[in-house]
C-alpha cells in the first residue's frame, strides 16, 4: 500500500503566524495596548448594559397602542348558539313530498331548464326588489335626527346655542384669500389635526364610495354612500341616535355619488349603480325615487347652480339631460346622448361657464362637451377629445374654472390642462361664425408624479379643490405613514410647477384616505377610507 506524503498536507495547510512576545513588541505596539485595556476598563465602569436592559424593560411595558375607533354606525351582531344541523329537503334526499322514493336519475335536468339562485341570493334579490320606489324612515329616532339636522337656516329646528357656537369658531377661522402664498396656506392647514373624542366615526357598514359635506356656515354634517347601498349622515360633535350618525340602506346598489341639493340644502340626491336617483326629503322622512331606468347603471351626477338642468352618467357611456322639478318620472329625461364608448366615471359642470361639462371615462379619455350644440339626431362632438394612456378615474374642474385635473388607475401621474387657454381659443372660433367638429388635440401643461395604483379593494383616489382657495386641492395617499397630500397650482405658488404643499398625519388615521373633501367655509376637510370610518381634520377652534 502506498504511503501518502506528508509534505502536501503540510503545503496546503495554512499555519496561523506566531503571536509575537511582549518583549518582540515596538513601543506604539505596547501603548495601543495599554490603551485598550484603559478603554475597557472605563466602559465596564459606566454599566452601559445594564442601562441598556433597563430602557429595554421599560419601553416594553410603557408602549400601548391606541384602540381602533368604532363609534358611529355598527354591524348587527349575529346571535351565537348552538349549531343547527343544516337543512335537507326531501328532493335532496331523494324522496318525494310523501316520502316516497325517486328514480335514481332525478338529479339529471332537462337541457332547457334553467337553474334558480340559491337561498341567500334569493333572499337577496327579494330584498333588493323591496328597495324599489320610495323608500320612508320609520324609525322614530332617525325621523328625529333628520328633521333636527337637515333644516333650513333659521329655522326654529336648529338650536341656537349650536349654531352661535359654530358661528364664532367659523369667524375666529380666517377667510381664506386667493392673494395667500403656499407658504401661508401651508402655515394655516398644518394646524389641522383630528380630534380623538369627536373626530372619527363609522359612518356607513361598508366601503365608501362616494362622500360630501353640507354647504353650511354654522355646521359640519358629512353624508356618505357605500357599496352596499347604505347612506350614513354624521352631524360632527352630536351624541344623538349612534354618536351622531344615522345610517340607512335606499338603495340595493353601489352609491356611486351623493350631494346636496344647491337651492334647498334640506334635500340629498343620490345615485346608485342600481340604475335610480333618490332624493332625501328630510321634512318628509322619505326617500323619493326621482328617476330609474331598467338595466342601467348611474353614476357621477352634477346640477346647474339653479337645479334647473342635471347631467348624469351611466355605465353605456350616456350622458343624460334631466329635469329633476319635473313631477312625472318618466319626464324628467330631456336628452340622452352616447358620448364615450365604455362607462363613464366622472361628470362635472362647469363653476362659471354651465354649458361646459367634462366627462372622464373608461374608453381612456376625457372630453369636454358643449350642450348648446348637441342634439339628439346625431352621435355629438366634444369640443376637446383628450386621450389618456388608460382607463381614466376622475376629471374636475378647479372652483374657478380656469383649470382642470385627471387622474386614473393606470400612469401614476395626474395631468394639468389649461382651461381658460383651451375655451378662449374655441370661443374665439365661435365667435368667427365657423362651424367646426372636435378641435386639435391639446397636451397637459404639466403632469406631476402620483402613486394612483388603489389596487381592487380601495376606493378611487379624486383630487378636490377648496372652495376657499381655487388653487389648492387635497388628494389621497398610499405611502407610509398614512396621510393626506394637499397641493397648491402655479398661481397660488411662485414656483412655475405644482408643487406639494404639505401633507396631513395622525395617530388616528392608519388607513389610506381615498376621498377627501374640504369644508365651505371652514379650515376643515373630511377624510374617507375603504371600512366606512370618515376623519375630520379641523382646528382646535372648530370642535365643539
Request: charge should be positive; hydrophobic fraction near 30%; glycine fraction near 6%.
Amino acid at each position: 500500500m502506498r504511503r501518502r506524503s506528508t509534505r502536501n498536507k503540510a503545503a496546503t495547510t495554512s499555519v496561523t503566524p506566531p503571536v509575537p512576545k511582549l518583549r518582540e513588541m515596538s513601543e506604539y505596539e505596547l501603548a495601543r495596548l495599554k490603551q485598550i485595556q484603559e478603554n475597557k476598563a472605563y466602559l465596564s465602569t459606566l454599566k452601559l448594559k445594564d442601562a441598556r436592559t433597563n430602557i429595554k424593560t421599560t419601553h416594553q411595558n410603557t408602549k400601548k397602542r391606541k384602540p381602533s375607533v368604532t363609534r358611529g354606525t355598527r354591524k348587527k351582531k349575529k346571535i351565537k348558539g348552538a349549531p343547527v344541523p343544516a337543512r335537507r329537503s326531501l328532493r335532496t334526499q331523494g324522496l318525494t313530498p310523501d316520502g316516497g322514493q325517486l328514480p335514481d336519475d332525478f338529479k339529471v335536468l332537462p337541457q332547457n331548464m334553467t337553474y334558480g339562485y340559491s337561498s341567500k341570493i334569493s333572499e337577496r334579490a327579494a330584498m333588493d326588489e323591496k328597495l324599489k320606489g320610495d323608500i320612508e324612515i320609520v324609525e322614530a329616532d332617525g325621523k328625529e335626527f333628520l328633521k333636527q339636522l337637515l333644516v333650513k337656516e333659521g329655522d326654529s329646528g336648529r338650536s341656537s346655542s349650536r349654531s352661535s357656537s359654530r358661528s364664532s369658531s367659523s369667524s375666529s377661522s380666517s377667510k381664506a384669500s386667493s392673494t395667500e402664498s403656499a407658504v401661508e396656506v401651508a402655515s394655516i392647514l398644518s394646524n389641522l389635526s383630528v380630534d380623538e373624542e369627536h373626530g372619527v366615526r363609522k359612518v356607513t357598514p361598508e366601503r365608501i364610495y362616494s362622500m360630501t359635506l353640507m354647504p353650511s356656515k354654522s355646521d359640519i354634517i358629512v353624508a356618505a354612500g357605500d357599496k352596499k347601498g347604505n347612506i350614513g349622515i354624521w352631524n360632527v360633535g352630536s351624541t344623538n341616535v349612534e354618536d351622531g350618525v344615522y345610517s340607512t340602506r335606499p338603495h340595493s346598489g353601489t352609491v356611486s355619488h351623493i350631494s346636496f341639493s344647491k337651492i334647498n340644502e334640506t334635500k340629498l340626491l343620490t345615485s346608485s349603480y342600481d340604475g335610480s336617483i333618490k332624493e332625501l326629503d328630510a321634512n318628509k322622512s322619505i326617500f323619493r325615487e326621482v328617476l330609474s331606468l331598467e338595466n342601467k347603471s348611474f353614476y357621477e351626477f352634477d346640477s346647474l347652480p339653479d337645479m334647473s338642468s342635471t347631467y348624469l352618467a351611466d355605465d353605456d357611456g350616456d350622458m343624460h339631460h334631466i329635469d329633476l322639478r319635473q313631477n312625472c318620472k318618466n319626464g324628467r329625461i330631456i336628452s340622452t346622448w352616447q358620448v364615450h364608448d365604455k362607462k363613464i366615471n366622472t361628470l362635472r359642470v362647469h363653476p362659471t361657464k354651465p354649458w361646459l361639462v367634462a366627462t372622464a371615462s373608461l374608453d381612456r379619455s376625457v372630453s369636454l362637451w358643449d350642450i348648446r350644440r348637441m342634439d339628439t339626431s346625431r352621435k355629438p362632438d366634444p369640443v376637446y377629445h383628450l386621450p389618456h394612456e388608460l382607463a381614466v378615474s376622475c376629471a374636475v374642474f378647479s372652483t374657478d374654472g380656469t383649470q382642470m385635473l385627471s387622474n386614473g388607475c393606470g400612469p401614476d401621474h395626474v395631468k394639468v390642462y389649461d382651461v381658460s387657454d383651451m375655451m378662449g381659443s374655441y370661443e374665439e372660433k365661435m365667435m368667427k361664425g365657423r362651424q367646426m367638429k372636435t378641435l386639435p388635440l391639446v397636451t397637459p401643461k404639466e403632469k406631476f408624479y402620483h402613486n394612483n395604483k388603489t389596487g381592487r379593494w380601495l376606493t378611487k383616489f379624486k383630487p378636490s379643490f377648496d372652495p376657499k382657495r381655487p388653487n389648492v386641492f387635497v388628494m389621497g395617499c398610499m405611502d407610509q405613514p398614512r396621510c393626506i397630500e394637499i397641493y397648491s397650482l402655479p398661481s397660488i405658488s411662485s414656483e412655475k410647477r405644482t408643487r406639494p404643499i404639505m401633507r396631513l398625519r395622525d395617530d388616528l388615521v392608519n388607513s389610506v384616505q381615498s376621498l377627501n373633501e374640504f369644508h365651505q367655509e371652514m379650515e376643515l376637510i373630511a377624510s374617507a377610507n375603504s371600512s366606512g370610518r370618515v376623519s375630520i381634520w379641523s382646528l382646535p377652534g372648530l370642535r365643539r
